[in-house]
Nanobody, 112 residues
């Protein structure tokens, strides 16, 4: 049983910054892949950022240069640093581990 808990979401004006966290606990001892997804109302859930234990990262074109994914392997925690936020970034952000486990999400609202 793996539990993922996101935190750090909230309301921010366009141009602002937020830092999201995702803590993993339970029956997991090492994590290869940790991903961030987001979903706006009425839209498909999309992959925002991906980080692997090998050190590689990938970002959606819409967030490149503005979002940074990082991880603390000792704490089984990953982060998403978001800067220069725009209203299109609004949505529920979810963490995903090993393409199998999901958190319940944290809401990010960017006001124009």
């Amino acid at each position: 049983q793996v539990k993922l808990v996101e935190s750090g979401g909230g309301w921010v004006q366009a141009g602002g910054s937020l830092r999201l966290s995702c803590a993993a606990s339970g029956s997991i001892f090492s994590i290869n892949e940790m991903d961030w997804y987001r979903q706006a109302p009425g839209k498909q859930r999309e992959l925002v950022a991906r980080s692997t234990s090998g050190g590689s990262t990938n970002y959606a074109d819409s967030v490149k240069g503005r979002f940074t994914i990082s991880r603390d392997n000792a704490k089984n925690t990953m982060y998403l640093q978001m800067i220069s936020l725009i209203p299109e970034d609004t949505g529920v952000y979810y963490c995903n581990v090993e393409r199998a486990y999901w958190g319940k999400g944290t809401l990010v609202t960017v006001a124009s």
